[in-house]
């Protein structure tokens, strides 16, 4: 059984300098309550992997805004005018990818594969500094695998084991992310007793969820 | 008087068929699904993670997680699919998209697309347009032929940063429905009212025209 904690207390763990991967799709299914705690710490020099940067005022927009990542590896900034500015300023370092790979290279990381070979990007910018594979005189990308120290992963229901449930566009990003970090935060909507969260409804098993955010009561 | 937008995407409408999964871009690919051709139906896939995307709710039903590429709410059809990013991106790149539908900044003798980057000027980032332009069994440029300056967007060769090094299938704009084949361009059709001479002009790449030219038909959805 894992017992809930205070967010604050889950995002004190997180030290400067870490590497977050942070679900979300424009801030759908994004671990609200773990970003605001975050940006209320503090922490700066964060590099942060995730599908895209939001935009102002909205989820992981709210950590741009704030100056405490130096790092994106994500697929679209473009919905984010302060992410471009700040990138354009050298303020802060963009690895654009392509959202497949990025995906992908996630993957790579949590299922325990050196890498992917993809069509995906050969020939264009997204190939810079990245090699080619040639397999019966074939042509493929080779994507690395992209490895987190932390996961903030939003769950529609969590039980007390940690298991996870994903509800509709909400799912995103968030199944593969819990797969490849070294420690799994999650925040859901609601936390249920064990068991009321049918097997077939888990997707993301609680044995690799470290820490269950508690859910605030009004 | 149809405006551009609306000619483009009643035409690229025609090109969908029965039980196929399609994915319209953001911006007017989207106005693509607003001219289905009664009767027809079709899957439509929304990269972060649906099958079966449907209209915008009424104000008042609006559910959080039912949103699209954009982040705005939308409803799903009976039957539709929840997917993971994963998922979603196998569908595309593994050849199970039947058709995708994107914008273009500039479209190649070669039929090359260039759509996610200006350098220094705008850097959006490419989401999922390389895997949509590499993956797709069939690929459709829906753009304006020309840009806001005049100049033409269908050049001798991209001068921005290429999507794709795989061609495009079709290029369809408010002056004229483009099949990109081996040899080059091919003018197939021209839009209602406008004359082959008009397209020329408006195009900076060679343009073969087909023997078999003739004006647009447009879905009436």
């Not at chain 1, 889950?10 to 759908?28: A, E, K, R, Y």
Request: proline share 5%; with cysteine.
């Amino acid at each position: 059984m894992k017992i809930a904690k205070h967010v604050d207390e889950i995002i004190h763990c997180i030290l400067p300098g870490s590497t977050l991967m942070i679900g979300g799709f424009m801030g759908v299914g994004s671990p609200h309550r773990m970003i605001n705690a975050l940006v209320k710490s503090g922490q700066a020099n964060l590099t942060v992997i995730a599908n895209d940067t939001a935009m102002p005022g909205v989820g992981i927009g709210k950590l741009i805004s704030s100056g405490q990542v130096s790092r994106v590896i994500t697929s679209h900034i473009g919905l984010n005018p302060e992410t471009q500015k700040k990138m354009f300023a050298g303020e802060i370092q963009v690895e654009l990818v392509p959202q497949g790979s990025l995906a992908e290279r996630i993957r790579c990381a949590g299922y325990g594969l050196g890498g992917a070979l993809v069509k995906t990007g050969l020939g264009t910018l997204a190939a810079e500094n990245k090699s080619t594979v040639i397999i019966d005189n074939e042509t493929w990308l080779l994507e690395l695998p992209l490895f987190a120290d932390f996961a903030l992963i939003h769950a529609h229901q969590a039980d007390y084991f940690g298991n996870l449930s994903y509800q509709l566009t909400a799912t995103n990003f968030n199944p593969v992310m819990a797969m490849a970090a070294k420690k799994v935060f999650a925040e859901a909507n609601e936390i249920l007793p064990v068991g009321m969260i049918t097997p077939n409804d888990v997707t993301t098993p609680g044995v690799i969820v470290d820490e269950l955010i508690a859910v605030e009561r009004i | 008087m149809m405006n551009a937008q609306e000619i483009i995407a009643r035409r690229v409408a025609l090109e969908l068929r029965e039980g196929m999964l399609v994915n319209l871009g953001i911006g007017l690919p989207t106005m693509v699904a607003n001219h289905i051709p009664a009767g027809l139906n079709v899957f439509l896939q929304s990269e972060n993670g649906l099958i079966g995307l449907d209209a915008r709710p009424p104000e008042g039903m609006e559910d959080d997680d039912l949103t699209d590429a954009g982040g705005g709410f939308v409803t799903a059809i009976p039957g539709a699919t929840r997917i993971d990013s994963v998922m979603s991106f196998g569908l595309i790149r593994g050849g199970h998209l039947d058709i995708t539908v994107l914008g273009g900044l500039q479209v190649d003798a070669k039929g090359l697309l260039a759509n996610w980057m200006i350098p220094g000027v705008l850097a959006p980032g490419m989401g999922g347009a390389m895997d949509l332009v590499t993956g797709a069994k069939q690929v459709i440029v829906a753009m304006q032929h020309t840009a806001k300056d005049g100049a033409s967007k269908i050049v001798p060769e991209c001068t921005w940063p290429l999507t794709s090094i795989r061609p495009v299938s079709q290029i369809v704009t408010n002056l004229a429905f483009i099949e990109v084949t081996p040899g080059g361009l091919l003018l197939k059709e021209t839009a209602p009212g406008v004359s082959i001479e008009t397209v020329i002009k408006a195009t900076a790449a060679p343009l073969m025209i087909s023997p078999a030219i003739c004006e647009m038909v447009l879905s009436d959805s």
